[in-house]
Nanobody, 120 residues
């Protein structure tokens, strides 16, 4: 099992930047593909970005491409999301997730989230 704790959210002005962190503990972090998701008020949770266990492959939702960068440090059991050029529509609760296949099944763990508020 993996415990995930997000941090780094807060209030930022439109056009500003934030760096989210996700600290993992428990199972071996480097064996999990990791991702960031978000849920805006009144909306469903949506995919933001993922990074493979080795850190070699990343994917981004179209609406964050060129603005957000996902990274991980397997020596620190940490996941990051650098968010630049923030827009009002980026305001949401951001969650990190850990996923891997084991014993023929997919397992996923979620953090509780960190809130990002974007103000003009």
């Amino acid at each position: 099992q993996v415990k995930l704790v997000e941090s780094g959210g807060g209030l930022v002005l439109t056009g500003g930047s934030l760096r989210l962190s996700c600290a993992a503990s428990g199972d071996t972090f480097s064996t999990y593909d990791m991702g960031w998701f978000r849920r805006a008020p009144g909306k469903e949770r949506e995919f933001v970005s993922t990074i493979r266990a080795s850190g070699g492959t990343t994917n981004y939702a179209d609406f964050v491409k060129g603005r957000f960068t996902i990274s991980r440090d397997n020596t620190k059991d940490a996941l990051y999301l650098q968010m630049n050029s923030l827009k009002s529509e980026d305001a949401a609760i951001y969650f990190c997730a850990a996923k891997k296949f084991t014993g023929g099944s997919e397992i996923t763990f979620w953090g509780r989230g960190t809130q990002v508020i974007v103000s003009s």
